[in-house]
């Protein structure tokens, strides 16, 4: 059964430092999403993804975040200078089409410790 | 805005009893509604989803949830729990447009033997 995979699963940076966390979506799927969770939180939405452009982005979602799709399969959460308060659980998911009923699949997580 | 409450934190049952975990929305149009399911180290994988007709549906699992618009309540059941049902369970609803997600806090079930 196809799945979304991430990497790395965890992820430990110091504060002002730059991470990228790397999914992999689900091959035929053209709708692609980034989720946090920090610690005793609620999941989160941040950002959505389709051609190529940002389709809706949280609030969470400052210019300190990018997305990409660098190639055919990759698609990446880069944080710039990351910050204490940046650590939480990742998510990337990806669905094959838009509305609201589509089912978005999640990949098992990136936990990101920022020190 | 949309916002999704789950009112129980933590829930345990013992192996065999019935469930029903709570899930109250907000949202001004037809919600479309979620149950997702995440044991440990595992990523969210969908129970089951309403967007419109029969107001039970039914799911993976043997999970059913039922939606009350009245009470803007969409909670899910299980007639009998098994042990490899212990996981966190999040109820989400999702915007028309489909670009998000908006997950209540979680309620986290344990199974006695």
């Known amino acids: 059964e196809p799945e979304v995979t991430q990497t790395p699963s965890h992820q430990v940076t110091q504060m002002g430092q730059e991470v990228i966390l790397r999914c992999v979506p689900i091959s035929n799927h053209l709708y692609f999403y980034w989720y946090r969770q920090i610690l005793g939180q609620k999941v989160e939405f941040l950002v959505s993804f389709y051609n190529n452009e940002i389709s809706e982005k949280s609030e969470i979602f400052d210019d300190q975040f990018s997305v990409e799709r660098p190639d055919g399969s990759n698609f990446t959460l880069k944080i710039r200078s990351t910050k204490l308060e940046d650590s939480a659980m990742y998510f990337c998911?990806?669905?094959?089409?838009?509305?609201?009923?589509?089912?978005?699949?999640f990949g098992p997580g990136t936990r990101l410790t920022v020190l | 805005a949309q916002s999704v409450t789950q009112p129980d934190i933590h829930i345990t049952v013992s192996e065999g009893a019935s469930l029903e975990l709570r899930c109250n929305y907000s949202?001004?149009?037809?919600?479309?509604l979620f149950w997702y399911v995440q044991s440990p180290g595992q990523g969210l994988q969908l129970l089951l989803k309403?967007?419109?007709?029969?107001?039970l549906v039914q799911g993976i699992k043997g999970f059913e949830a039922e939606f009350k618009r009245s009470q803007s309540s969409f909670n899910l059941r299980k007639p009998s729990v098994h042990w490899s049902d212990a996981a966190e369970y999040f109820c989400a609803v999702g915007n028309n447009a489909g670009n998000m997600l908006t997950f209540g806090g979680g309620t986290r079930l344990m199974v006695k033997p």
């Open positions: 309403y967007f419109s007709g029969d107001t």
């Open positions: 998911a990806s669905s094959e089409a838009r509305g609201g009923y589509n089912e978005q699949f």
């Open positions: 949202y001004g149009a037809t919600p479309y």
